[in-house]
Structure formats: C-alpha cells, structure tokens
C-alpha cells in the first residue's frame, strides 16, 4: 500500500528561502510555495494541507494576518502553522503561539531543526489523532 505525501504550503516573500524550502522538502513532502499570502489564500480556499509554514514579514499580509485568516477557516483551523522569520525577540514568539501557531524557526534556516519541527507538527497533525486504532 503506498501512503500519499503530505502536503505543505509555505509562504515566504524571499525566493531564496522558497528555493530552499523547496530543496529541504520538496523531496519528502507535496510543497506548494507561495511567494505572498494573497495567492496562497486563493490556493487553500479549497484544499486542507497537513501543515502551513509561514514568514512573519511579509508585504501583502503578514503571518500574523494571514495565521488569523487560516484559524477562522473551518477546514483550515486545525492544520498546524510554523512560523518561519528572522525575528527571534521572545515577543514575537510568544505571539505566534499565543495566535495558534505550533512551532517557530528561525532564520537563517538550519535545515536539521526545520525538518524536525515539520516533522514533529505533522506527528501530531489532527487527521493522524482522529484515528481511533482501538476499533481497527
């Protein structure tokens, strides 16, 4: 039996770090990149990824906006957001987690610590819990 790849929107005004999002996970994981929060609101109008990286500073709608945006969507209100900026100031942290994000990366990325973090989120994604193996 094959298992479908997990599929992850990221959200990063930096081409840079698309590019390398894409290098880090594009093999594992089904990564749709987006390069500003307008389009990929437009993409998760209908579809319910397993996880959401998203920047914090970014020009169209920052993380937070955006972090608010997917929590009051039904579909979208239990995929697991990490945040992925060059702000590392405790406030912005306690931000983040306080809006509903699960995890927070600092940039530059170190690619082990991203990986684990993604890995960890999607350990614990909703859709894994809601599996009740005691009926299997």
């Known amino acids: 039996m094959l298992f479908e790849k997990k599929k992850i929107v990221a959200v990063d005004d930096s081409g840079i770090v698309l590019k390398m999002l894409t290098k880090v996970l ?39 906006e955006m972090l608010k945006m ?4 039904e579909h979208l209100k239990n995929v697991p957001v990490i945040f992925l900026t060059s702000n590392n100031d405790k406030g912005h942290v306690v931000k983040a987690v306080a809006g509903g994000a699960k995890d ?16 960890a989120a999607l350990a614990e994604s909703p859709a894994d819990e809601e599996i009740n193996w005691n009926n299997i």
């Open 104 to 119: 927070y990366v600092v940039k530059p990325i170190d690619e082990e610590i991203l990986l684990d973090k993604v890995h």
């Open 26 to 64: 594009g093999e594992k994981y089904d990564l749709h990149a987006f390069s500003g929060g307008k389009r990929a609101l437009q993409f998760l109008k209908d579809r319910t990824p397993d996880l959401i990286i998203l920047d914090i500073d970014m020009p169209e709608i920052n993380g937070y």
């Open 70 to 73: 997917i929590k009051e969507r």
